[in-house]
């Protein structure tokens, strides 16, 4: 199969998925417990109001049409007013985007960075202590709960060190004398367009920990199957070839082996997304940064179903996405895939 | 005489396949992290079966609430202090050690005696049968489920055995795929064509000569799978979708103890800790015994 024509096939099934994504998500959230008109109206409404909301949400026609109406907005963009800020859910989505991608793309960097490295390290030192120091420190990283070595990096870099800021995006006294202008919506872009430079620092500085936090699992990760990998790449016959030719180690491992063996890593780096994803529910709300996580969560504790659909729709549409598109990626880089 | 010859011959190698077993379980006595982690581990287990009978203040390890000592420090008579309803954080640690440990077990193996014959069948049968379950199997897959458990929670109720529910219900298709793909590659092998050869049935053929060659990987996962489950059941209960207040889980303690981080550390680090030594001890133990069963597996 040629690639293009894998990359067609991939798409289609894209398109599927994303259809049967938003199906569910309507289902979902129509099982959800709890009057949706009565939440929507808020607290001490009286009956009259209830039945004129059901109407205004169109709750009262057949389910069917309900979600055929559903399918016919999401198509336009519309996805529905969030029952707990009364404003349409994609502009707060829109709003809050950029600050979780910020943190996302960021610690998904790092740990691609970071963990390829470390893999590497550690099977250039095979079953020497560097092996035995990165085996234990990146087990450790995968076995850490989140929110517990969230609610640990403050106590040591706030509490006790004092290094780092403790919450928050930017310093409160600053937000009011160095505003950033909101361009695209990346805080650190937008103040080195504008040149904001004290700002600029702040807000690095309140990223550091959350970034930190959110990497350190896919880290642990990417590194063990990075060795993993290339540990198995090594043993192979062409490697075994190479280094009867004469060819130098250091070649043979960073040109044969390590090329080979980055196969693999790229289908974790995709499902990275989605964890790194989830896991700003729980940074957000330890760090108090006003991003989609922050959003997910209130609107997980307030039974905001349109807003909830919305998250669940854009984690999926990510998720399936960036899982499409290792899988192209993957195929490119590496011919032996059919 | 021949008789006899193959007789000897059978019992030298039964004995030597033996002594392969206890080389390999000495393997693993070997590993200093195993070893540990092992002892961790039954640590852990003998304090999720006693329970509260172990806990030095059982009934607010159940959620009796103490307002007098709220708040202390770790003390003598507070290990780890008490939290802002003044019960005893060793004692709710202790209790909470159930839902955790034994939730993870629960779920892997639903999981898996789910998972698993469905992969047996659906590698076996690639008609419609198994290629629907192919189907259903990637639909699971292609969507992150620690979302799928929460939207399940979200729906039917929080508890803890709904949560424990909600994680099933996405976790069965690795399994299966896992099974799959062994089945896959096993399937044309010349022992399971003679045994089709020979006229045995489907069931028997799987259960007999397929089940016991892929048992190794499928026990390995399983085992690895134990630490992410036991996470996958605090982040639940950390948003409120597990245990209820005021039963006790390690989850749900941290998300107590997270607005007094600052003051009282020990309300949050406690159980988290605990959850955090659980979960190596878990993964150091598995990563060991799959160094040993499946060396050649990357």
């Known amino acids: 199969m040629s690639l ?19 199906s569910l998500v309507f289902f979902f959230a129509r099982s959800l417990p709890g009057d949706v008109a009565a939440l929507y109206i808020g607290g001490n409404a009286k009956p009259e109001q209830i039945e004129r909301a059901r109407i205004e949400l169109g709750l009262d026609k057949p389910l069917y049409i309900q979600y055929l109406r559903y399918m016919e907005k999401l198509i336009h963009g519309d996805l529905g007013i969030s029952l707990r800020t009364h404003r349409p859910v994609l502009k707060d989505l829109i709003e809050k985007i950029p600050m979780s991608l910020e943190l996302v793309i960021l610690a998904l960097f790092f740990a691609t960075l970071f963990g390829v490295f470390t893999g590497v390290i550690a099977t250039w030192y095979q079953n020497a202590w560097p092996d035995t120091v990165i085996k234990w420190i990146t087990s450790a990283c995968v076995s850490i709960p989140i929110f517990f070595l969230a609610l640990i990096l403050q106590i040591l870099f706030f509490n006790i060190l004092g290094w780092l800021p403790l919450q928050g995006r930017i310093d409160t006294f600053l937000e009011f004398s160095n505003p950033i202008q909101q361009i695209t919506g ?21 990223m550091v920990l959350p970034v930190f936090a959110l990497m350190v699992a896919s880290f642990g990760m990417i590194a063990r199957l990075t060795r993993s990998s290339l540990i198995d790449v090594m043993q192979q016959d062409y490697i075994l070839s190479a280094r009867a030719l004469g060819i130098s180690e250091r070649t043979v ?11 693999p890593v790229l289908t974790i780096i995709g499902l990275s997304v989605a964890l790194i994803l989830l896991a700003t529910f729980y940074v957000e709300m330890i760090f108090n940064w006003p991003g989609i996580g922050y959003y997910a969560l209130a609107a997980i504790l307030s039974l905001d179903y349109t807003a909830l659909m919305g998250v ?9 996405v960036a899982n499409t598109l290792m899988d192209i990626v993957r195929r490119m880089v590496d011919p032996r895939i059919k | 005489m021949e008789k006899e010859a193959f007789d000897i011959l059978s019992a030298t190698v039964l004995k030597e396949h033996r002594k392969i077993k206890w080389f390999k379980l ?3 006595f070997r590993k200093k992290s195993a070893v540990m982690a092992l002892a961790i ?4 287990i003998i304090m999720a079966v006693l329970g509260s009978a172990i806990a030095p203040y059982p009934d607010q390890g159940l959620g009796e609430v103490n307002i007098s000592e709220r708040l202390c420090p770790p003390s003598a008579a507070y290990w780890f202090g008490t939290d802002t309803y003044g019960r005893d954080i060793l004692s709710r640690v202790i209790c909470g050690a159930r839902v955790s440990i034994f939730g993870g077990f629960f779920i892997v193996i639903c999981a898996a005696f789910i998972g698993v014959p469905l992969g047996l069948w659906a590698g076996y049968n690639e008609g419609f049968s198994g290629g629907l379950i192919l189907r259903i199997v990637e639909l699971f897959l292609s969507f992150p489920s620690t979302l799928i458990a929460m939207g399940i929670s979200l729906v039917v109720g929080a508890g803890s055995i709904t949560a424990l529910v909600a994680l099933i219900i996405p976790w069965w298709p690795w399994y299966t795929r896992l099974v799959m793909g062994e089945v896959f590659s096993i399937k044309r092998m010349l022992y399971v064509e003679a045994a089709q050869m020979l006229g045995y049935g489907k069931f028997y053929i799987l259960w ?10 499928v026990i390995v996962v399983i085992l690895l799978d134990l630490g992410p489950a036991i996470i996958a059941i605090g982040l639940l209960s950390f948003l409120g979708l597990g245990t209820q207040s005021p039963n006790a889980d390690w989850g749900l303690m941290v998300w107590e103890g997270a607005s007094n981080i600052l003051d009282q550390w020990w309300i949050a680090i406690v159980p988290g800790a605990a959850m955090f030594i659980m979960v190596i001890a878990f993964n150091l133990f598995g990563d060991a015994l799959k160094e040993i069963l499946e060396p050649d597996r990357p």
């Open chain 1, 4 to 22: 293009f024509l894998f990359v067609c096939r991939r798409t289609l099934g894209l398109v599927l998925l994303l259809l049967v994504l938003s």
């Open chain 1, 186 to 206: 990346f805080s650190l872009i937008d103040t080195l367009i504008t040149g904001n430079v004290t700002v600029f620092f702040n807000v690095a500085r309140h």
């Open chain 1, 253 to 263: 491992f960073f040109y044969y082996g390590l090329r080979n063996a980055l196969s």
């Open chain 1, 312 to 320: 669940a729709l854009m984690i999926g549409t990510v998720y399936v």
């Open chain 2, 26 to 28: 000495s393997l693993f």
């Open chain 2, 41 to 44: 581990l039954i640590a852990g």
């Open chain 2, 208 to 217: 007999k000569h397929i089940l016991p060659n892929i048992l190794t990987p």
